[in-house]
């Protein structure tokens, strides 16, 4: 680029510094892409030192710009069209050469012209147009001096089918960058859900512990999917989290963890009565301690269901664990470790022996409370009969609306009915006292 190429067009300054100048890097990917942004900068700012200010809102649209928009630019060439307006009295200067026209064309052959041809009134700011009836431009230069030209299109006008293969070049560009675009964002999106079927999407997160005995915990976790129910990546269905431990003068009980949950299910049951709940999956918890020694303790379990309603949910859940009260059992636990332990997570929630008798009873069974375990979920929930549902609240509450309309209009005309029927009355009363 030389002195008489515009440069804010490629660099946007970001202070106020007059001697700021743009990196490598900044100036490498100017090259690689720069989003279409004619109209949209202020072009009445007094200096290039001040800072750009791009209007975030366009509040015009051309074709051109919805044909080019959001679209990765290609390389361009320029050409200037300049004249040497230095006085016969002066030695040339670089000052004195002034741009009368600018020609761009892209890899796809399409070329623009700057200012346009004279039919038309549009002009960069050096230039101004002399009046709204002459067809020619003005400029003045650095001496007081006024000049006029007038840029015209000499070439021989087209037939028709020189205009058909125009407008197929056209369409053959527009149709490579529809394809450029494609390509860079690409088709792997998932399809919505069938009408039988819905899907839910969990991004939690195992936050921290807290209330323990202990500084060092991890916790295991696992997903049980009732009937109807499918995930598709099973090694979601199961994990173990980092260890962590709370600080050395930490003594506030918290054990951090911040470990990401992400799950995604799909629920396909069309063998389940309209009348029958649906059974949601549930995830378990096992809270474990690691000591000096390398033993491994059970501190608690929990469990919980997955929420049925989208959105945010912050989750406080108590543990438990199994005790044996014994004194064998105690010293045992407190010189040699070993905890006891369930031999199926599960049992912390409803076993399905329990859900297929329809009894539940843990009678005999020692535990103590150990600590909380705080866990962070968002639901997402798609289903083409959520929206039937929401369609159809909206179509109840609009003619609930109607109807509410309609007998509050029936009951002011009956109310003013009323009253002109009472008015009518003692009228015809004052009528007859009078006689």
Known sequence: DDHFTDN?????????????????????????RRRHLEGQIDTTRPSRDSCGRIQPVATWQTDTRLAVAHTTPTHCQYMYIMADLTPNHLEPTALDEYVLCSIKVDANGVLMVQPDFNEQSNSPAVLTSSSANSKSYLLQTRHQELFEFSIQHVSEA????????????????????????????????????????????????????????????YIHYLIELPEGWYVTDSS????????????????????????????????????????????WPE??????????????????????????????????????????????????????????????IKYTGVLQSSKESGKLSRYGFQTVSSGQLNVRMSCIHQSCTIQERQKQRRIQKMAQESRTSVAATSTSLLGVMEAFQRARKRMQETRRGLR
């Open 8 to 32: 804010e067009k490629f660099q946007r300054p970001s202070t106020t510094s007059p001697d700021e100048k743009p990196s490598f890097l900044a100036e490498r990917l100017m090259t690689v």
């Open 283 to 344: 995830i378990f918890f096992e809270i474990r301690s690691l000591d000096y020694w390398r033993r491994q303790h059970v501190e608690g379990y929990t469990s919980t269901r997955i929420p049925d309603t989208p959105g945010m949910h912050q989750l406080e859940l108590l543990s438990w664990r199994p005790v044996n009260y014994s004194t064998r059992s105690l010293m045992q636990e407190f010189f040699i470790g070993g905890t006891l332990q369930l031999d199926d």
């Open 158 to 217: 087209g037939d028709r089918e020189s205009e058909e293969k125009e407008e197929e070049l056209m369409k053959e560009v527009y149709r490579r960058r529809t394809d450029m675009v494609s390509s860079s964002v690409g088709d792997d999106f998932c399809q919505p859900p069938s009408s039988d079927s819905a899907r839910v999407v969990v991004l939690g997160e195992i936050v921290s512990a807290e209330r323990f005995d202990v500084r060092s915990l």
């Open 236 to 279: 979601s269905l199961s994990g173990t989290t980092q260890l962590g431990s709370t600080g050395f003068w930490d003594w506030s009980g918290i054990v951090p963890f911040a470990f990401p949950l992400e799950m995604e299910f799909t629920y396909c049951d069309l063998a389940r009565p309209p009348d029958q709940l649906v059974q």
